[in-house]
C-alpha cells in the first residue's frame, strides 16, 4: 500500500508529503507488527489455559457438600 500511495504521489516530489507517507507507513507497519505480537501471546495464554482446563476437574466438590 506505501508504493501505491508513493507512487501515487510520485506527480507531486514535495518532500513534506514523502515524509510524511514514510512515517505513516513506519507507524502503520509497527502497530501491524505489535497487533500480531499481541495475537501471538494471545493465543499461547489461550492454549496454556485450555491445557490446564483440559488436565484439571471441571467440578469439584468440598466435603461438606457431598451427599450422605
Wanted: glycine letters at 2%.
Amino acid at each position: 500500500m506505501a508504493k501505491a500511495l508513493l507512487g501515487y504521489m510520485s506527480s507531486s516530489t514535495d518532500p513534506r508529503v514523502v515524509a510524511q507517507l514514510s512515517a505513516e507507513t513506519r507507524r502503520l507497519k509497527q502497530q501491524v507488527a505489535d497487533l500480531e505480537a499481541h495475537v501471538l501471546r494471545l493465543q499461547s495464554e489461550n492454549d496454556s489455559l485450555a491445557a490446564a482446563l483440559h488436565d484439571a476437574p471441571l467440578l469439584t466438590l468440598d466435603e461438606s457438600m457431598q451427599p450422605v
